[in-house]
């Protein structure tokens, strides 16, 4: 089965709204990561997160690894946040990441 | 910030015919990668390399080889290109083995008539 897999699939917020993304692993956990994908553009790292929080600015990341999961949050979003965010980790057995499906994140004005 | 880039940004083939992607780094990265991305499968690795003159295979590499001739340039070869094969393409570079952070390509767009 999928190794990575994120919730939602999809969220539409209206500006200003608070996010929360999910990423559930069912192989043992060396990295995490989480990049966005501008709309029908390239990936950007968001955060490197192995275990703990992390914050960047708005963002704010936590992996718990003993529970096999890692979520991101965006506090007060806004319309630029619009994207896909995905998750990556790269599991003991070598240094591939492997991607969740993505969360398809739609901020409205 | 990392630059890598990846051409052509839209390619349009036959089945049958060979298809070749470039993509290009500039920050002397060790590690690069080539990843496609479908709707529901989200990015999978097709191959990735360790250094210049080494490749290997990710987990859907049936159907695609790659070069890696020097550290800056690496590519992926299609040597008869399917239907199957119509998807977006993503090089990625990287540093620190196992921990690294990834700076991925614009993408290349592929349609195999």
């Known amino acids: 089965g999928q190794q990575v897999q994120q919730s939602p699939a999809s969220l539409v917020l209206q500006e200003g709204e608070n996010a929360e993304l999910q990423c559930n692993f069912s192989t043992s956990l060396n990295s995490m990561q989480w990049f966005y994908q501008r709309p029908g553009g390239s990936l950007v790292s968001l955060f490197y997160n192995p275990s703990g929080t992390k914050h960047s600015g708005r963002l704010t990341s936590t992996t718990v690894i003993k529970e096999r999961r890692s979520s991101l949050h965006i506090s007060s979003s806004q319309t630029t946040d619009s994207g896909t965010y995905l998750c990556a980790l790269v599991n003991n057995a070598g240094a591939k990441l492997t991607f969740g499906g993505g969360t398809r994140l739609t901020v409205r004005p | 910030e990392a630059a890598v880039t990846q051409s052509p940004r839209n390619k349009v083939a036959v089945t049958g015919g060979k298809v070749t992607l470039s993509c290009n780094q500039t920050n002397n990265h060790n590690n690069m990668y080539w990843y496609r991305q479908d709707t529901g499968h989200g990015l999978r690795l097709i191959h990735y390399s360790y250094g210049a003159g080494s490749t290997e295979k990710g987990d859907i590499p049936d159907g695609y080889k790659a070069s890696r001739p020097s550290q800056e340039n690496f590519s992926l070869i299609l040597e008869l290109a399917t239907p199957s094969q119509t998807s977006v393409y993503f090089c990625?570079?990287?540093?620190?083995?196992?921990?690294?952070?990834?700076?991925f390509g614009s993408g290349t767009r592929l349609t195999v008539l």
């Open positions: 990625a570079s990287g540093d620190h083995w196992g921990g690294e952070t990834l700076y």
